[in-house]
């Protein structure tokens, strides 16, 4: 039982771990710098190299916003959605997505799940529907890990004190499927992989949360939504070969245990509970 079907690839990151001790070691072997290995080192040359790499893969969104034009596209084309737009950097959203019985989505792109950017979101007064993606880049991460992070330790205390309702999450990316990240839906099912521009794709991970803000006295632990219930979601998982087992349902659950607020965190299945949290205090951050 687990969070999330996927897992690490533990091979792969013992692979990285390798390399980077290889390139730290013989880097200054490499190229036409014709420094010794002293001054190679020493003289700023390696460790400016790896920050150039590192920003490169880090400073921009250019590649998950390809990404998701693509996917976009694919569903505008098969039908699943009317149309789409950028929201653009003034908005605290990423995209605005309309649905062909004109309910409007508003989504909202994250990264792995594990930092500090989860936490920062708004959800547009003019969206019907408001859900998160994640997009997690650095195969290196443990999914499992950055799942349970983002799902309970940041965004259920989030929804809970700010009193916003964030209908769903959906987990997927295109190293979904690969050596880096295995996924069990796909193993001995490869027609379940779809081709959407440069990408084949596995079907994704959804995630349905409340649809009312949980509050000790009136409403301590509201149901997950159905999937029915948010268009963009089901959208999602009908366009990509999701299978309705495969679904998510998390329910927060609060209340007062002495001088603080607690909440619990249950994710269900296939019917069965997967994981859930203790109960865990509210703190401002």
Request: positive net charge; aromatic residues 8%.
């Amino acid at each position: 039982m687990t969070v999330i079907p996927c897992s690490k690839n533990k091979n792969l990151s013992g692979e990285i771990n390798k390399f980077a001790e290889v390139l730290k070691t013989d880097a200054h072997n490499l190229g036409t710098h014709g420094l010794s290995e002293k001054d190679f080192y020493q003289g700023g040359l390696f460790r400016g190299a790896i920050e150039r790499i590192r920003g490169q893969f880090t400073a921009t969104m250019r590649e998950k916003r390809e990404f998701v034009k693509h996917v976009l596209n694919y569903m505008q084309d098969q039908g699943f959605i009317k149309e789409w737009i950028s929201a653009g950097q003034a908005n605290r959203y990423d995209y605005a997505v309309t649905l062909p019985n004109d309910r409007v989505a508003a989504i909202e792109l994250k990264g792995c799940l594990d930092g500090n950017n989860t936490n920062i979101f708004e959800r547009p007064a003019q969206a019907n529907e408001f859900i998160m993606w994640s997009i997690c880049t650095n195969t290196g991460a443990d999914p499992r890990r950055n799942a349970w992070s983002g799902i309970h330790t940041r965004l259920s205390a989030d929804i809970i004190e700010r009193e916003t309702v964030v209908d769903g999450l959906m987990i997927w990316d295109w190293f979904c499927g690969t050596i880096g990240r295995p996924c069990p839906k796909i193993e001995g099912q490869s027609e379940r992989l779809t081709t959407v521009g440069p990408y084949s794709v596995t079907p994704p991970c959804i995630y349905l949360f409340p649809g009312t803000i949980p509050s000790v006295r009136n409403n301590p632990s509201p149901a997950p939504h159905q999937l029915a219930e948010v268009g963009i979601l089901n959208a999602f998982h009908r366009c990509f070969k999701g299978d309705d087992a495969e679904l998510n349902f998390v329910r927060f659950t609060i209340a007062h245990k002495g001088a603080e607020t607690v909440r619990k965190t249950t994710i269900e299945r296939g019917g069965i509970v997967q994981k859930d949290s203790e109960e865990t205090a509210i703190r401002r951050r």
